[in-house]
Structure formats: structure tokens, C-alpha cells
């Protein structure tokens, strides 16, 4: 059962790639390798095209475990730097992200100007992804949703704080983005350069930001970094949310810092890509 799961992924994500114009000889496992349920190559072991590929089906991936999750509805995006272009990123065309495959994926520079649109509509908001890049050299993927529980604790006024050990990395608390403070009265959309470098000054050095009015920005060192901790966000915030109006025992910032990022969310990553690529 396990073998014709992996098969199944294996084609799966042959057919993503190939669609793409990214299955090029030396760019994915051999066939025989794939059937088995092997890894791609690790960073230091692949070829520029490789990594290149194998990004982009982490992408395409991401966008879909976030709406199998319910994190992200027809108006998130997610975005990851360039592996061999530190001054590029690539994002989704203007989709859900539920339906992104490969050929939507989009190359941007740090302005988010595009490399090449394809024919497609590019999203509004791909300022917040520039503008953390820019900012953030330390972070490799951007994610950027709507979470009803995330919304609400945007505006209740009270501090979003770790309750357990799988949101570890929200520390003692993550910034709140006011885009009133920048712009005054706007549709509450990061429409432009000046509001996404604005958007990554209250960010900061965290690994997220709730954005009143509006949802919050996740990153992280990876895909699978960003993917986790904004499910585990949105999960932490609910947990407050039912919580309110008791006393609550928070992590202390020496567990919270213990518990950190879960390396990854390493298993989770794998089941939540099979469950949402085998669709």
C-alpha cells in the first residue's frame, strides 16, 4: 500500500514538472529511483537545475497542503526564493492556491517585477513577498493568508502567544502590522513597494506578523518551515481565541524557545504533501 502510494505520488509529480517545461534530463530522479520512493538530491548535491525543479514541485506542493489544511482560501499566496537566484522569487500566477501546478509559477525579482508573466495575471499583493526577501536574508519562503482565527486575533487587542510546544517559534509574541500607520485609509492591500518594505520593518527578525483588518504574513528558512508554522499559527490562535476570559499558561519564553520550529515539521511535511498532491 505504502509502494503504491509512493508511485503514485512519483507520477504525480512527473506530471506537474513536465507541464512546466521543467523536466529536463538531468533535472528529477531517474525513473527507477522515483519508483522506489527515493529522495531528489539533497542541496549540496544538486545540479542548478535540479534544485530549480525540485523547488518548484515543493511550491506547487505548499500552495496545496495550505488549502487542504484550510490555512488558505482562494486569495493566500506563497512564494520561495530563487535556489540559485538569491534576488529572485517565484510565486503562483493570480490563482487559488488550490489549483496552482507548475506552469503558474512566476519569476520575480525584489521589486516584483516579473521575469516573465506567461500570459498570466500576477497577484496584487506579491509586494509582501519582495519586500520580505528584500529585508529577510535569511528567509527562503513567504506565505501569506487569511485565517479567520489569525484575522480576529489581529483585532481583539491581546497578544498572540505560544499555548503549546508546536508553536514554539511565535516566541514571546509576533508584531502587528498597522497599515493605517503607513498609508491612512486604503483597501488594507500591500499594493506597492513602499507598503511591502513597510510590512517587513514590523516583521522584523519574526517569523510572523498579523495584519489588522487583513490576515498575517508567515516565513521561514523553508517551505516546509513556513507551511507548518503558519498551520500551527492558525491552530495557536484558535486555541487562544476559545480560551479567552481565563487564565491562561503560556509557554515561558524559555520553552517556547526549546520547543522552536520543530526542525521543519519534517513528518508532517511528508504526510501533508502526499495527502494534498495525491488529489
Known sequence: MQQTERRKTALTRRRFLSGSGLLLAGALLSGAQRAEGQNPPTPAEATPTEALASLVWDLVAANRILADQGVIDGYGHVSARHPNNPNRYLMG????????????????????????????????????????????????????????P??????????????????GFIGEGVP??????????????????????ALAETLGNKPAVLMRGHGATVVGPTLPHAVGRSVYLTINAELQIQALGRKIEFLAPEE?????SQNGYPKNWELWKQKAMGK
Open 256 to 260: 517556547a524557545s526549546l520547543a522552536g
Open 93 to 148: 500566477s493570480y490563482m487559488a492556491a488550490e489549483i496552482v501546478t507548475a506552469d503558474d509559477i512566476i519569476e520575480f525579482d525584489l521589486d516584483s517585477n516579473p521575469q516573465d508573466t506567461k500570459g498570466r495575471r500576477m497577484q496584487g499583493e506579491r509586494f509582501i513577498h519582495g519586500g520580505v526577501y528584500k529585508a529577510r536574508p535569511d528567509v527562503n519562503a513567504v506565505i501569506h493568508f487569511h485565517a479567520p
Open 176 to 197: 502587528l502590522f498597522e497599515i493605517r500607520d503607513v498609508a491612512g485609509m486604503t483597501n488594507m492591500l500591500v499594493s506597492n513597494l513602499s507598503l511591502g518594505s
Open 150 to 167: 489569525l484575522v480576529l486575533m489581529g483585532v481583539l487587542g491581546e497578544p498572540l502567544r505560544p499555548i503549546y510546544h508546536m508553536a
